[in-house]
């Protein structure tokens, strides 16, 4: 019997069917890909393009995309620092079930502090967590802006927004640094064959 957080007497029950079993017959390595960087970096747009070149592949992924999270699992939360803290978290847990699922979670979200991802990069087995920062330069993203949200960060009706009135912690040891090409961005295509040759290098994607 243990205590874990607010509940008492839990016990953790083991099944005879783990991780290394789904992954047999999944072909693939269970793990997450945890897509970090500001509004406007090109997140979502990886995530998909990911997604659709691993799918093409015969791997199974699923995205947790922040947006899309608030729609439901987190849709009770706010954007104050204690509620964006507990966004990160959620969507932590859930990854961590979907990569022991066997399945390639690609995560999706602004994240902005280390701290926050590292805590969710601590949730799983060494190499089951593969941090993907999209490095892409405020002034690109703000004129980009494809939601408007800079424009109203600007105007004073959005407050503390990553990037503007909020900070935004780069990682330090990534294991995929996604930067512009001489001023230009790649296509997400190509950004997505840069993380599938990744993991396929690792291992992930046993063929």
């Given at each position: 019997?243990?205590?874990?957080?607010n509940?008492?007497?839990?016990v953790?029950?083991?099944?005879?069917?783990?991780?290394?079993?789904?992954?047999?017959?999944?072909?693939?390595?269970?793990?997450?890909?945890?897509?970090?960087?500001?509004?406007g970096?090109?997140?979502?747009?990886?995530?998909?393009?990911?997604?659709?070149?691993?799918?093409?592949r015969?791997?199974?992924?699923?995205?947790?995309?922040?947006d899309?999270?608030?729609?439901?699992?987190n849709?009770?939360?706010s954007?104050?620092?204690?509620?964006?803290?507990?966004?990160?978290?959620r969507?932590g847990e859930?990854?961590?079930?979907?990569?022991?699922a066997?399945?390639?979670?690609?995560?999706?979200?602004?994240?902005?502090?280390?701290?926050?991802?590292?805590?969710?990069r601590?949730l799983?087995?060494e190499?089951d967590f593969?941090e993907?920062?999209?490095?892409?330069p405020?002034?690109?993203?703000?004129?980009?802006?494809?939601k408007?949200?800079?424009?109203l960060a600007r105007?004073?009706?959005i407050?503390?927004f990553?990037g503007?009135?909020?900070?935004?912690?780069?990682?330090?040891?990534?294991?995929?640094?996604?930067?512009?090409?001489?001023g230009?961005?790649?296509?997400?295509n190509?950004?997505?064959?840069?993380?599938?040759?990744?993991l396929d290098?690792?291992g992930?994607?046993?063929?």
């Open positions: 019997m243990s205590t874990i957080g509940s008492t007497n839990i953790w029950h083991k099944c005879s069917v783990e991780k290394c079993d789904r992954e047999e017959l999944l072909e693939q390595r269970g793990c997450v890909i945890w897509v970090t960087g500001l509004s970096s090109g997140k979502s747009s990886l995530a998909c393009a990911l997604s659709r070149g691993l799918h093409a015969g791997k199974l992924t699923y995205i947790l995309d922040g899309n999270l608030r729609h439901g699992l849709r009770d939360l954007f104050r620092a204690e509620d964006r803290a507990e966004n990160i978290r969507t859930v990854a961590k079930l979907f990569a022991d066997g399945v390639i979670c690609i995560a999706s979200l602004i994240s902005p502090y280390r701290k926050e991802r590292d805590a969710c601590a799983l087995a190499g593969i993907v920062f999209m490095d892409v405020l002034h690109v993203c703000e004129a980009r802006d494809p408007g949200l800079y424009k105007a004073g009706k407050k503390g990553t503007i009135d909020d900070p935004y912690e780069p990682p330090l040891t990534s294991e995929i640094v996604l930067r512009q090409n001489q230009l961005c790649d296509s997400p190509d950004l997505a064959d840069t993380v599938i040759s990744y290098k690792k992930y994607l046993k063929e």
